[in-house]
Nanobody, 123 residues
Framework: QVQLVESGGGLVQAGGSLRLSCAAS????????MAWFRQAPGKEREFVAA????????SYADSVQGRFTISRDNAENTVYLQMNSLKPEDTAVYYC????????????????WGQGTQVTVSS
């Protein structure tokens, strides 16, 4: 079992920045890929970014490429999402997720989820 706890959400003006954190605990030795998803009201949950825990590979959604950066601190079992140049359309609940093995972008392929943290970008 893996527990994930997100933090760092909040309200920010368009063009601003936020950094989200996700702390993993439990049987973390089995966690291989960490990812961020988001879900806006009335919309489906969508992939944002992912990082391979050991290999260092990353993947980003086209909508955030060049603005968001995913990183991880393996010693602290923590993954981060640095969000720059935020836009109102980035407003959503952001979720941390984990799965073993390779990076995938489909939410149902992830085994573990955090409770989510709200990010609101005002125009």
């Amino acid at each position: 079992q893996v527990q994930l706890v997100e933090s760092g959400g909040g309200l920010v003006q368009a063009g601003g920045s936020l950094r989200l954190s996700c702390a993993a605990s439990g049987r973390t030795f089995r966690v291989y890929t960490m990812a961020w998803f988001r879900q806006a009201p009335g919309k489906e949950r969508e992939f944002v970014a992912a990082s391979s825990w050991l290999g260092g590979s990353t993947s980003y959604a086209d909508s955030v490429q060049g603005r968001f950066t995913i990183s991880r601190d393996n010693a602290e079992n923590t993954v981060y999402l640095q969000m720059n140049s935020l836009k109102p359309e980035d407003t959503a609940v952001y979720y941390c997720a984990a799965r073993p093995f390779t990076i995938v972008t489909v939410p149902s392929d992830y085994d573990y989820w955090g409770q989510g943290t709200q990010v609101t970008v005002s125009s």
